[in-house]
Nanobody
Framework: VQLQASGGGSVQAGGSLRLACAAE????????MGWFRQAPGKEREFVSA????????YYADSVKGRFTISRANSLNTVYLQMNSLKPEDTAVYYC????????????????????WGQGTQVTVSS
């Protein structure tokens, strides 16, 4: 299984970025997909998740109203549209996959995710 995250970069506060995560080697439409992030010196934290069919989404309070998660099962890809970025959003962003059954309850728990991508750096300057 491979999860390939892309789309990171450097932007000024208030700017936008769109992350993508392409999956290979798994039946994509049966997995809940999540985005996590890790800032230097901090633990990896939940950002957002989307259920297997795309009709249920979850967000951390810190990104609610600014970030939007979506997926294209035909392309085996999940996206994270990030708007109104803040310096505190600076982190390495990781995509991850959890089976649909566990995803209903554990979408926010990094320890329950089975597969992880390599991460993509997002830097927001003030």
């Amino acid at each position: 299984v491979q999860l390939q995250a892309s789309g990171g970069g450097s932007v000024q506060a208030g700017g936008s970025l769109r992350l993508a995560c392409a999956a290979e080697g798994l039946t994509f439409s049966t997995y809940t997909m999540g985005w996590f992030r890790q800032a230097p010196g901090k633990e990896r934290e939940f950002v957002s998740a989307i259920n297997y069919s795309g009709d249920t989404t979850y967000y951390a309070d810190s990104v609610k109203g600014r970030f939007t998660i979506s997926r294209a099962n035909s392309l085996n890809t999940v996206y994270l549209q990030m708007n109104s970025l803040k310096p505190e959003d600076t982190a390495v962003y990781y995509c991850a996959a959890i089976t649909a059954m566990y995803g209903r309850t554990w979408y926010h728990s990094k320890d329950k995710y089975r597969y992880w991508g390599q991460g993509t750096q997002v830097t927001v300057s003030s």
